[in-house]
C-alpha cells in the first residue's frame, strides 16, 4: 500500500483548532473541589492518629476551618481569576498556562530515569533465533538490527503520515485496539500524537521550552537522527512531497550509518559523546548547551536538526546482558527493559538524546523499545503510536534481499561497504573543547550514580487478568488493581501513603491528566480488614466492593473534568504573593501531605505487542508502577531506589503477586479458606 502525502505545516496546525472541536476543559466549581479534598484527607489524618496519636476529630475540624476561611476570604478571588484566565485562554486554563511548566519543564532535576518513560517491545517472529538469542557476546552491529530497525522507522513514518492524513483513527482506550471513526477520543488523539513529532524538549535555566514546529519545506522535518557509537547522524526519511522512503530505502541509508561509524572507530577516532549532556541536570545541560552553541555555527545547525527531525534512532552495538550479581525472574526481559530505559549499565546515558519525545532502541540482537521525553504527551499515546510500529512484523518481501540465518547476521568491522555512495544520510559531528569534553565525562559520572541506584524490574502476573476481573469478580479491572498495590504497599511499608493514579482528561480539548487519589478511607479500611485475622471473608469482600465503587467514582471524575488536583493547584498559583497574598490552606502539612506520592501509579493498554514499561519513583523512599493489563495477565513495571532501605522492588512485586492472589481467594467462595 502506497504512503499518504502529509499534509501542510499550516494545515497540520489548522487541525488541531478548527472544527469539529472538543468541548473546554471546565473549571470546577469550587466549594465542591473543597469538599472533595477533606474528603481526600480522611485516610491520612486516620493514618496521623493511629501513628502518630494526633487525635482524628481535632485534626479534622482544624481543616474544616481552613477549607472554610479559604472559601469564604480568598477563594472566591482566586476561583474568578481562573475562569478570567479561563476566558482568555485559546484551549483551556490549565494546559496552555499551568500544567506544562509546573508539572514538568520547571523541574531541574535529570529526565533520565526521573522524567522519561521507557517501553520494551515485544520480539519479531522473522528474526532468526539464532540472532535473537545468539550464544556469544554481540559486539558490533547486525544485519537484523538494522532490517528491523529501518522496519520499525518506516513504521512509525507511515502511521505520522496517515494520522496527518486522518486515514488512521486509534481507539485509545486501554484494549489497544486501531478502530475507525471520528469519536471524540479520536480528535483528541489526533493533536496529542502531532505532539510526538518534530519537536524537541530545550533546556533553558529556571524552565524549558520547546523547540518550534517546522515548517514541512525544511528538509529536517523529513529526517530521523540517528545515534551510533556516540555519533549522531541524519537520514533523510520522508520525500519532498511528504511520502515516507521505502524500508529497503531506510535500511541502506542505516547500513551506510553503521558502516560509516564502525570504519571511524577503527581508524581511531572519538566521538563527542554529547547526548550524555541531555541525561544532566536541566540547568547544567542549559549552561552547556549555550556553551556548545558558541563554539561554532556548525552546531547550531546540527542542533536545528536534531530538534526539528521526525524522531530519534538509537543504534546499540551490543546486546545487554545483567551483571551475574542481579538475580531477577527473567534476565532478557529485565536487560532489555533496562538497555531502553538508560542503556548499558557500564555507560549509562550514552548514545541517546533524552529530550525526544520519540526514541527508538535498537540492540544488536534485534530486541527493540521506546524512550520518551514525557512533558509533550503523556506515555498512552506514544505507547499507540509503537504499537502501530510493532503489530506487523518485519515484511521481506519490502527488501531488496532476504537474510540469511548465520552468514549476514553481523556486519563486520571496518567492512569494505563504502557509505559515500549511498546517499540520503550526513554526518551531524559537533565542534567541542575542552570544556565540553569535561562535561560529558561529569554527566556520564552522576548518569550513572542515577542508574546505579535505579531498582527497576517487571512483575508478569499470568494467574489471571482482567477477563476474570470483570466476569468472575465482576468489578472494575482499574480500581481491582489498584486495590492490590495499596494492599501490597501497607503490607511491606506498614503504613498508608498518598497514592498518584494518571487519569486522561481525553473528553476534553488539549486535555491531558488528573490526579485520581486511590488512597480513600474505603480503599484503607478494606486494607486493615485484610491484615485483620479478625475480619471475616464476608466482611472484607463488602469492604473491597465498596473501596472498588469509591475509586471508580474518584476515576469518572477526574477524567470528566471534577478532579481536585489540578484546581487546586490553579488556586494556589491564582494567589499574588508579590502582594503579600498566602493561605494557610496551602501550607498546611497535610496539603502537603496528601500530596506526596510515594505511590505513583499509571496504566497503559493491555499491551499486546510489548514485553514491559516503566517510569522512575516520584519520591526516593516510593515506587514507580506502570501497569498493563490484558484479558489473560497484567504486567507491572516497578521502579525503587536501591539507597532507600524502605523500599525494595523484588520484594514489592512479590508483594503485588500475593494481593493478586488473595483477592482472587476472596473473590472466589470455594478458595475462601486459603485466606
Given at each position: ?6 499534509v ?8 488541531r483548532?478548527?472544527?469539529p472541536?472538543?468541548?473546554?476543559l ?10 472533595k ?29 481552613l ?12 476561583q ?16 496552555d ?10 523541574w531541574?532535576t ?11 517491545l ?12 545468539r ?13 528491523r ?19 488512521i ?21 489526533r ?14 535555566r ?5 523547540s ?60 563527542a ?45 551490543h546486546s545487554?546482558?545483567l551483571?551475574?550479581?542481579q538475580?531477577?525472574?527473567d534476565p ?22 533524552y ?24 506515555a498512552?499515546v ?5 504499537d ?5 512484523e518485519?515484511d ?7 537474510l540469511?540465518?548465520e ?5 563486520p ?9 549511498v546517499?540520503?544520510?550526513?554526518r551531524?559531528d ?12 561529569a ?7 542515577i ?42 511499608c ?6 498518584y493514579?494518571?487519569a ?13 487519589r486511590?488512597?480513600?478511607a474505603?480503599?484503607r ?9 479478625s475480619?471475616?471473608n ?14 471508580t ?7 470528566t ?7 487546586l ?29 510515594k ?20 519520591f526516593?523512599d516510593g ?28 520484594l514489592?512485586?512479590?508483594?503485588i ?12 467462595p ?6
Amino acid at each position: 500500500m502506497q504512503s499518504p502525502h502529509l499534509v501542510s505545516s499550516q494545515t497540520r496546525a489548522a487541525s488541531r483548532t478548527t472544527s469539529p472541536s472538543l468541548p473546554r476543559l471546565p473549571v470546577p466549581d469550587l466549594h465542591k473541589t473543597l469538599q472533595k479534598y477533606l474528603k481526600s484527607l480522611e485516610p491520612i489524618l486516620l493514618e496521623a492518629e493511629k501513628r502518630w496519636g494526633q487525635d482524628f476529630k481535632s485534626a479534622y475540624d482544624a481543616r474544616v476551618k481552613l477549607v472554610h476561611d479559604f472559601e469564604h476570604d480568598l477563594g472566591p478571588l482566586c476561583q474568578d481569576r481562573l475562569l478570567a484566565l479561563d476566558k482568555k485562554s485559546p484551549n483551556n486554563w490549565l494546559d496552555d498556562n499551568i500544567w506544562l511548566k509546573k508539572a514538568y519543564h520547571e523541574w531541574r532535576t535529570p529526565l533520565i530515569i526521573n522524567s522519561n518513560w521507557w517501553l520494551a517491545l515485544g520480539d519479531d517472529s522473522t528474526v532468526p533465533p539464532s540472532v535473537r538469542h545468539r550464544s556469544e557476546s554481540l559486539t558490533s552491529y547486525t544485519a537484523w538490527q538494522i532490517r528491523r530497525a529501518a522496519w520499525l522507522v518506516h513504521r512509525t513514518l507511515l502511521f505520522k503520515a496517515r494520522l496527518e492524513q486522518q486515514e488512521i483513527y486509534p481507539d485509545t482506550s486501554r484494549t489497544g485496539t486501531h478502530l475507525p471513526g471520528s469519536s471524540s477520543q479520536c480528535l483528541w488523539f489526533r493533536h496529542a500524537a502531532l505532539q510526538v513529532f518534530n519537536i524537541c524538549r530545550i533546556p533553558q535555566r529556571g524552565c524549558d521550552i520547546f523547540s518550534p514546529l517546522p515548517p514541512l519545506t525544511d528538509v529536517d522535518s523529513r529526517r530521523v537522527v540517528v545515534a551510533v557509537a556516540d555519533w549522531i547522524y541524519a537520514i533523510d526519511a520522508v520525500a519532498p512531497d511528504g511520502t515516507p522512503f521505502p524500508a529497503d530505502v531506510i535500511e541502506k541509508r542505516l547500513r551506510a550509518v553503521t558502516s560509516d561509524a564502525q570504519t571511524r572507530l577503527c581508524r581511531g577516532e572519538h566521538p563527542a559523546p554529547i547526548g550524555v549532556l541531555t541525561a544532566d541536570d536541566r540547568d547544567r545541560w542549559a549552561d552547556n548547551l549555550t556553551h556548545l552553541l558558541s563554539l561554532s555555527p556548525t552546531n547550531q545547525s546540527i542542533f536545528r536538526t536534531i530538534t526539528a527531525s521526525a524522531f530519534a534512532l538509537s543504534l546499540d552495538a551490543h546486546s545487554y546482558a545483567l551483571p551475574a550479581s542481579q538475580h531477577t525472574p527473567d534476565p532478557d526481559l529485565t536487560a532489555h527493559l533496562h538497555n531502553v530505559r538508560s542503556g548499558h549499565s557500564a555507560r549509562p546515558g550514552y548514545n541517546r538524546w533524552y529530550d525526544k519525545p520519540f526514541t527508538l532502541i535498537v540492540e544488536a540482537n534485534t530486541r527493540a523499545g521506546v524512550l520518551g521525553e514525557h512533558s509533550p504527551v503523556d506515555a498512552l499515546v506514544p505507547s499507540i503510536i509503537a504499537d502501530y510500529a510493532i503489530v506487523q512484523e518485519v515484511d521481506e518481501d519490502a527488501f531488496a534481499d532476504r537474510l540469511g540465518d548465520e552468514s549476514a547476521s553481523v556486519v563486520p568491522l571496518c567492512s569494505d561497504v563504502e557509505p559515500e555512495r549511498v546517499g540520503g544520510w550526513e554526518r551531524l559531528d559537533w565542534v567541542t573543547d575542552d570544556k565540553i569534553a569535561a562535561e560529558c565525562e561529569a554527566a556520564a559520572r552522576r548518569a550513572k550514580a542515577i542508574v546505579d541506584d535505579s531498582d527497576n524490574d517487571e512483575l508478569v502476573f499470568d494467574t489471571y487478568g482482567v477477563d476474570w476481573i470483570k466476569s468472575e469478580a465482576r468489578l472494575s479491572p482499574d480500581a481491582y488493581i489498584q486495590m492490590a498495590l495499596q494492599l501490597a504497599w501497607y503490607r511491606t511499608c506498614g503504613e498508608f501513603t498518598a497514592t498518584y493514579e494518571t487519569a486522561l482528561t481525553r473528553l476534553y480539548k488539549h486535555g491531558r491528566t488528573e490526579t485520581v487519589r486511590t488512597l480513600s478511607a474505603d480503599s484503607r479500611a478494606w486494607v486493615l480488614a485484610m491484615v485483620d485475622a479478625s475480619v471475616s471473608n464476608d466482611a472484607r469482600l463488602e469492604l473491597l466492593r465498596r473501596a472498588v465503587q469509591t475509586h471508580t467514582q474518584l476515576t469518572r471524575e477526574a477524567a470528566t473534568g471534577r478532579g481536585i488536583d489540578r484546581h487546586l493547584l490553579g488556586l494556589r498559583l491564582m494567589l499574588q504573593a508579590d502582594v503579600g497574598e498566602r493561605h494557610a490552606l496551602f501550607d498546611d502539612e497535610f496539603f502537603a501531605k496528601s500530596q506526596e506520592w510515594k505511590l505513583s501509579t499509571s496504566g497503559l493498554s493491555a499491551g499486546y505487542q510489548f514485553r514491559g514499561t516503566g517510569f522512575g519513583a516520584s519520591f526516593d523512599d516510593g515506587y514507580g508502577i506502570n501497569y498493563m493489563p490484558a484479558p489473560d495477565n497484567i504486567r507491572f513495571g516497578v521502579e525503587s531506589k536501591h539507597s532507600c532501605p524502605r523500599t525494595n522492588t523484588q520484594l514489592f512485586m512479590s508483594a503485588i503477586s500475593d494481593a493478586l492472589q488473595d483477592m482472587r481467594a476472596l473473590c472466589t467462595p470455594p478458595l475462601l479458606s486459603h485466606l
